[in-house]
């Protein structure tokens, strides 16, 4: 089955502390791993991907293959990260569906 | 760069009735798709164009819900007839061709409410 696991329905971080939103999937192909993001009113956006590498607004997510988790971390929360966050996959070099995780709420205490 | 675009943003109607969504890709981007979020659910894909050509549509969730893309432009999604379960945010997202893996855009969202 193709899926994606978002354990956390919410998650309540004091600003400055870490943040870990965790990510868990199945797929039987080649999977790309996403993390979107929808703050209050805005629409839903892409934050990083895994193929690129990026660090998008201090966020970081590694691709642990093993086992197959797609973490999103930060070391210092800020209220603005205060959104919905969607882990998500899609196949590999494909214009595809992209498949969704339930989404975590992440709330930024100050 | 006007984003993706969707109409209306809010619809309320009866169970039976007839609605269309409508959705305005970005200009030049040849894949288009349609997800749906439920209340309390993941948001889940419905169907997938390729300009004017329907390329998955396996998540249509039953023969009441009709996609149309005519043109390759913009696209309408019509249930007929509406029933309790089709309430949800319907999602349009957009990105260019070419089979690579594109980044896509998604547009505001149309809340359906069927009563």
């Known amino acids: 089955a193709q899926r994606v696991t978002q354990p956390e329905k919410l998650l309540s971080v004091f600003k400055g502390a870490p943040v870990e939103l965790k990510c868990n999937y199945s797929y039987s192909g080649s999977p790309e791993l996403f993390w979107y993001v929808q703050y209050s009113r805005q629409r839903l956006q892409l934050l990083l991907r895994?193929?690129s590498r990026e660090s998008i607004k201090g966020f970081t997510a590694d691709l642990n293959k093993g086992e197959t988790s797609f973490h999103l971390k930060k070391p210092f929360a800020q209220e603005e990260d205060s959104a919905m966050y969607y882990c998500?996959?899609?196949?590999?070099?494909?214009?595809?569906?992209?498949?969704f995780g339930k989404g975590t709420r992440l709330h930024i205490l100050p | 760069e006007a984003g993706v675009t969707q109409f209306p943003s809010h619809s309320v109607i009866e169970k039976g009735q007839t609605v269309t969504l409508r959705c305005d890709p970005i200009?030049?981007?040849?894949?288009l798709y349609w997800y749906r979020r439920v209340m309390g659910k993941e948001i889940k894909f419905l169907l997938h164009?390729?300009?004017?050509?329907?390329?998955?549509e396996s998540g249509m969730p039953n023969n009441r819900f009709l996609a149309e893309r005519t043109g390759g432009t913009y696209s309408t999604l019509k249930v007929q007839p509406a029933e309790l379960e089709d309430s949800g945010v319907y999602f349009c997202?957009?990105?260019?061709?070419?089979?690579?893996?594109?980044?896509?855009?998604f547009g505001p969202g149309t809340r359906l409410t069927v009563t």
């Open positions: 200009s030049g981007h040849d894949n």
């Open positions: 998500a996959l899609s196949q590999m070099n494909r214009d595809d569906k992209i498949i």
């Open positions: 997202a957009s990105s260019l061709g070419g089979g690579r893996s594109h980044e896509q855009y």
């Open positions: 895994h193929i």
């Open positions: 164009f390729v300009k004017e050509s329907k390329q998955d």
